[in-house]
Protein backbone atom coordinates (compact mmCIF):
# COMPACT_ATOMS: atom_id res chain seq x y z
CA UNK A 1 0.00 0.00 0.00
CA UNK A 2 1.20 3.38 -0.99
CA UNK A 3 1.18 5.87 2.10
CA UNK A 4 2.13 9.63 1.99
CA UNK A 5 2.97 12.37 4.82
CA UNK A 6 2.76 15.67 4.28
CA UNK A 7 3.99 17.56 7.14
CA UNK A 8 6.35 20.22 7.32
CA UNK A 9 9.07 20.78 9.60
CA UNK A 10 8.14 22.51 12.65
CA UNK A 11 7.23 26.01 12.77
CA UNK A 12 6.83 28.03 15.76
CA UNK A 13 4.67 31.55 16.37
CA UNK A 14 5.61 33.15 19.58
CA UNK A 15 2.01 34.44 20.14
CA UNK A 16 0.86 30.93 19.66
CA UNK A 17 -1.35 30.39 23.19
CA UNK A 18 0.23 27.73 25.68
CA UNK A 19 -2.69 24.84 26.68
CA UNK A 20 -0.77 24.68 30.23
CA UNK A 21 -2.11 28.23 30.77
CA UNK A 22 -5.84 27.67 30.71
CA UNK A 23 -5.48 23.60 32.99
CA UNK A 24 -3.68 24.80 35.91
CA UNK A 25 -6.90 23.79 38.03
CA UNK A 26 -7.41 19.97 36.30
CA UNK A 27 -7.10 17.22 38.14
CA UNK A 28 -5.84 13.77 37.19
CA UNK A 29 -7.22 12.47 33.53
CA UNK A 30 -9.22 9.83 33.50
CA UNK A 31 -7.76 6.32 32.86
CA UNK A 32 -8.57 5.97 29.92
CA UNK A 33 -10.74 7.72 26.72
CA UNK A 34 -12.13 6.49 23.17
CA UNK A 35 -13.91 8.87 21.58
CA UNK A 36 -12.94 7.25 18.38
CA UNK A 37 -15.20 3.88 19.37
CA UNK A 38 -18.07 6.78 18.14
CA UNK A 39 -16.93 6.65 14.61
CA UNK A 40 -18.23 4.19 12.24
CA UNK A 41 -15.13 4.33 9.90
CA UNK A 42 -12.23 6.32 8.84
CA UNK A 43 -11.48 7.46 5.23
CA UNK A 44 -8.08 7.37 3.43
CA UNK A 45 -8.84 11.37 2.62
CA UNK A 46 -6.41 10.81 -0.68
CA UNK A 47 -3.32 10.25 1.81
CA UNK A 48 -2.50 7.55 -0.47
CA UNK A 49 -1.96 10.00 -3.07
CA UNK A 50 -1.39 13.15 -1.83
CA UNK A 51 0.63 14.65 1.23
CA UNK A 52 -2.11 15.78 2.54
CA UNK A 53 -2.39 14.18 6.11
CA UNK A 54 -2.96 17.30 7.93
CA UNK A 55 -6.34 18.08 6.16
CA UNK A 56 -6.96 14.53 6.78
CA UNK A 57 -6.57 14.53 10.34
CA UNK A 58 -9.16 17.63 10.49
CA UNK A 59 -11.30 15.45 9.13
CA UNK A 60 -10.64 13.07 11.15
CA UNK A 61 -11.84 15.07 14.11
CA UNK A 62 -14.71 16.56 12.87
CA UNK A 63 -15.92 13.31 12.33
CA UNK A 64 -14.78 12.30 15.89
CA UNK A 65 -16.40 15.67 17.15
CA UNK A 66 -19.52 15.51 15.61
CA UNK A 67 -20.32 11.55 16.31
CA UNK A 68 -19.54 12.35 20.11
CA UNK A 69 -21.84 15.46 20.09
CA UNK A 70 -24.90 13.84 18.53
CA UNK A 71 -24.98 12.98 14.94
CA UNK A 72 -21.55 12.46 12.97
CA UNK A 73 -20.33 14.62 10.25
CA UNK A 74 -18.56 13.18 7.29
CA UNK A 75 -16.33 15.58 5.22
CA UNK A 76 -16.35 14.27 1.89
CA UNK A 77 -13.13 13.60 0.20
CA UNK A 78 -13.49 17.43 -1.46
CA UNK A 79 -13.93 18.83 1.25
CA UNK A 80 -10.58 17.72 2.44
CA UNK A 81 -9.00 18.25 -0.89
CA UNK A 82 -10.02 21.67 -1.51
CA UNK A 83 -8.96 22.16 2.16
CA UNK A 84 -5.17 21.26 1.44
CA UNK A 85 -5.48 23.03 -1.96
CA UNK A 86 -5.48 26.48 0.29
CA UNK A 87 -2.29 25.96 0.88
CA UNK A 88 -0.33 23.61 -1.41
CA UNK A 89 -0.99 22.10 -5.16
CA UNK A 90 -1.78 18.68 -4.88
CA UNK A 91 0.73 16.35 -4.85
CA UNK A 92 2.69 13.71 -3.26
CA UNK A 93 5.71 15.62 -2.12
CA UNK A 94 3.31 18.72 -0.93
CA UNK A 95 3.45 19.35 2.31
CA UNK A 96 1.96 22.34 4.52
CA UNK A 97 2.90 23.28 7.72
CA UNK A 98 0.88 22.23 11.05
CA UNK A 99 0.53 25.88 12.58
CA UNK A 100 -0.64 27.16 9.02
CA UNK A 101 -3.69 24.83 8.76
CA UNK A 102 -5.03 25.51 12.24
CA UNK A 103 -4.40 29.28 11.72
CA UNK A 104 -6.56 29.01 8.77
CA UNK A 105 -8.94 26.81 10.31
CA UNK A 106 -9.45 29.21 12.85
CA UNK A 107 -10.45 31.66 10.56
CA UNK A 108 -12.28 29.82 7.71
CA UNK A 109 -15.00 26.98 7.63
CA UNK A 110 -13.43 23.01 6.43
CA UNK A 111 -16.48 20.94 5.56
CA UNK A 112 -19.07 23.67 7.02
CA UNK A 113 -16.74 23.66 10.59
CA UNK A 114 -14.55 26.08 12.00
CA UNK A 115 -12.49 25.89 15.21
CA UNK A 116 -12.45 28.23 18.16
CA UNK A 117 -9.00 27.96 19.13
CA UNK A 118 -5.87 26.01 19.65
CA UNK A 119 -3.61 25.78 21.97
CA UNK A 120 0.35 24.49 22.10
CA UNK A 121 1.19 21.06 24.10
CA UNK A 122 4.36 20.67 26.01
CA UNK A 123 6.24 18.15 24.07
CA UNK A 124 7.03 14.80 25.98
CA UNK A 125 4.29 15.31 28.47
CA UNK A 126 1.53 12.72 28.11
CA UNK A 127 -0.48 14.05 30.79
CA UNK A 128 -1.00 17.21 29.33
CA UNK A 129 -1.58 15.35 26.20
CA UNK A 130 -4.34 13.03 27.88
CA UNK A 131 -6.11 16.11 29.32
CA UNK A 132 -6.41 17.75 26.08
CA UNK A 133 -7.90 14.83 24.20
CA UNK A 134 -10.20 14.39 27.63
CA UNK A 135 -11.25 17.40 27.20
CA UNK A 136 -11.37 18.49 23.74
CA UNK A 137 -11.92 15.19 22.22
CA UNK A 138 -8.63 15.47 20.20
CA UNK A 139 -5.48 16.47 19.42
CA UNK A 140 -3.58 17.61 16.43
CA UNK A 141 -0.34 15.82 16.63
CA UNK A 142 3.04 16.27 14.43
CA UNK A 143 5.70 13.48 14.47
CA UNK A 144 8.64 13.22 12.72
CA UNK A 145 8.48 9.37 11.58
CA UNK A 146 11.56 7.12 12.19
CA UNK A 147 13.15 5.03 9.52
CA UNK A 148 12.06 1.32 10.13
CA UNK A 149 8.21 2.65 9.76
CA UNK A 150 9.77 4.67 6.36
CA UNK A 151 11.60 2.15 5.13
CA UNK A 152 8.50 -0.81 5.86
CA UNK A 153 6.54 -2.69 2.67
CA UNK A 154 3.45 -1.26 4.70
CA UNK A 155 3.77 1.27 7.41
CA UNK A 156 0.11 0.19 8.57
CA UNK A 157 1.20 -3.25 9.67
CA UNK A 158 4.48 -1.67 11.60
CA UNK A 159 3.80 -1.86 15.30
CA UNK A 160 4.33 2.63 16.56
CA UNK A 161 6.70 1.99 19.26
CA UNK A 162 10.16 1.94 19.87
CA UNK A 163 12.18 -0.23 17.77
CA UNK A 164 12.91 -3.47 19.30
CA UNK A 165 16.92 -2.96 18.99
CA UNK A 166 16.19 0.24 20.86
CA UNK A 167 15.40 3.88 20.06
CA UNK A 168 18.25 6.51 18.81
CA UNK A 169 15.90 8.92 19.69
CA UNK A 170 16.31 11.99 17.03
CA UNK A 171 19.12 10.51 15.28
CA UNK A 172 16.48 7.63 14.18
CA UNK A 173 14.47 9.90 12.51
CA UNK A 174 13.64 9.56 9.03
CA UNK A 175 15.10 13.48 7.33
CA UNK A 176 11.13 13.18 5.47
CA UNK A 177 9.25 11.86 8.01
CA UNK A 178 7.04 14.58 8.91
CA UNK A 179 3.30 13.26 9.18
CA UNK A 180 0.27 14.32 11.02
CA UNK A 181 -2.18 12.31 13.15
CA UNK A 182 -5.82 12.92 14.82
CA UNK A 183 -5.18 11.66 18.36
CA UNK A 184 -9.18 10.86 19.79
CA UNK A 185 -8.46 8.62 22.63
CA UNK A 186 -5.41 6.55 24.95
CA UNK A 187 -5.13 4.47 27.72
CA UNK A 188 -2.27 2.83 29.49
CA UNK A 189 -0.73 1.40 26.47
CA UNK A 190 -0.53 4.94 24.62
CA UNK A 191 -2.44 7.12 22.30
CA UNK A 192 -4.84 6.44 20.07
CA UNK A 193 -4.04 8.08 16.69
CA UNK A 194 -6.32 7.54 13.57
CA UNK A 195 -4.16 7.66 9.99
CA UNK A 196 -4.15 6.66 6.42
CA UNK A 197 -7.51 5.12 7.15
CA UNK A 198 -7.36 3.28 10.44
CA UNK A 199 -7.57 3.71 13.83
CA UNK A 200 -4.17 2.18 15.75
CA UNK A 201 -1.85 3.16 18.74
CA UNK A 202 1.38 4.63 19.37
CA UNK A 203 3.30 3.73 22.35
CA UNK A 204 3.68 6.99 24.76
CA UNK A 205 7.40 6.05 24.11
CA UNK A 206 6.95 6.60 20.97
CA UNK A 207 5.27 9.85 21.59
CA UNK A 208 7.62 11.06 23.53
CA UNK A 209 10.46 10.01 20.48
CA UNK A 210 8.82 11.33 17.59
CA UNK A 211 6.08 14.15 18.47
CA UNK A 212 7.73 17.57 17.70
CA UNK A 213 4.35 20.08 17.69
CA UNK A 214 1.27 18.95 19.29
CA UNK A 215 -2.17 20.83 19.33
CA UNK A 216 -5.29 20.88 21.69
CA UNK A 217 -7.58 22.02 18.93
CA UNK A 218 -10.91 23.66 20.24
CA UNK A 219 -14.52 22.58 18.17
CA UNK A 220 -17.57 24.64 18.84
CA UNK A 221 -19.62 21.50 18.33
CA UNK A 222 -17.25 19.81 21.48
CA UNK A 223 -17.59 22.58 23.61
CA UNK A 224 -21.40 23.72 22.92
CA UNK A 225 -22.84 20.59 23.54
CA UNK A 226 -21.33 20.68 26.94
CA UNK A 227 -18.76 17.85 26.54
CA UNK A 228 -16.13 19.75 27.90
CA UNK A 229 -15.85 19.76 32.05
CA UNK A 230 -14.98 21.95 35.04
CA UNK A 231 -11.53 22.87 35.42
CA UNK A 232 -10.91 24.97 32.02
CA UNK A 233 -10.47 28.47 32.03
CA UNK A 234 -12.43 28.78 28.99
CA UNK A 235 -13.44 32.39 29.39
CA UNK A 236 -9.52 33.40 29.85
CA UNK A 237 -8.71 31.00 26.41
CA UNK A 238 -11.14 32.79 24.39
CA UNK A 239 -10.19 36.02 25.71
CA UNK A 240 -6.67 35.64 24.77
CA UNK A 241 -7.46 34.21 20.93
CA UNK A 242 -8.60 37.64 20.51
CA UNK A 243 -6.14 38.98 21.77
CA UNK A 244 -3.49 37.13 19.85
CA UNK A 245 -5.15 37.97 16.28
CA UNK A 246 -4.57 41.64 17.28
CA UNK A 247 -0.60 40.95 17.41
CA UNK A 248 1.81 41.06 14.39
CA UNK A 249 2.90 37.40 13.41
CA UNK A 250 6.48 36.24 14.69
CA UNK A 251 7.33 32.54 13.47
CA UNK A 252 10.54 30.61 12.77
CA UNK A 253 11.13 26.96 12.17
CA UNK A 254 13.20 24.80 14.52
Known sequence: MTLRLGKKPAVHDERTLRFERYAQNLGAPPATVDYGKAVRTWPMYLND???DCTAAAAGHLVQTWTANAGREHLPSQADVLRFYEH???????????LLDVLKYWRTAEFAGERITAFATLELKNA???KHAVHLFGGCFVGLVL???IMDAKDGTDVAWTRHPEGSRGERERAPNGGHCVAVVGYDAYGAHVVTWGRARSMT????????????AVLSPHFLDRGKTPAGLDLAQLKHDVEAVAKVPPARHRT
Open 49 to 51: KYA
Open 127 to 129: HEL
Open 204 to 215: WDFYSTYADEAY
Open 87 to 97: FTTPGPENACA
Open 146 to 148: PKF
